[in-house]
Nanobody, 125 residues
Framework: DVQLQASGGGLVQTGGSLTLSCAAS????????IAWFRQAPGKEREGVSC????????KYEDSFKGRFVISIDHAKNTVYLQMNSLEPEDTAVYYC??????????????????WGQGTQVTVSS
């Protein structure tokens, strides 16, 4: 069974950086995509970034382009989200999710088969 373990969250000051990790296990092949979503208190879960393992292609929601960088370490089956220039509005629980059918990135939450437990990111002003 596929399992995702998200980590790396914490407390950071405005303008600081954090790198989140999503370690995946149980994946059968390289045809999968891993996305990061986030959910702030009282708000809906929104897409942040995604990477397709088959060709390392990436996708970002517009508001994160230039600040966040997603990458993958194939040897470790781990996806990273480097977050720079963090703002209090980035405070949220960050979740990683895996789509294991065709490995295409999407912002449609229902296409993701597996979800990690979430990691809290808090940005202080």
């Amino acid at each position: 069974d596929v399992q995702l373990q998200a980590s790396g969250g914490g407390l950071v000051q405005t303008g600081g950086s954090l790198t989140l990790s999503c370690a995946a296990s149980g994946l059968a092949d390289v045809y999968y995509a891993i996305a990061w979503f986030r959910q702030a208190p009282g708000k809906e879960r929104e897409g942040v970034s995604c990477i397709s393992a088959s060709d390392d292609s990436t996708k970002y929601e517009d508001s994160f382009k230039g600040r966040f960088v997603i990458s993958i370490d194939h040897a470790k089956n781990t996806v990273y989200l480097q977050m720079n220039s963090l703002e209090p509005e980035d405070t949220a629980v960050y979740y990683c999710a895996a789509e294991t059918t065709i490995g295409i990135c999407s912002w449609i939450k229902g296409t993701y088969d597996y979800w990690g437990q979430g990691t809290q990111v808090t940005v202080s002003s």
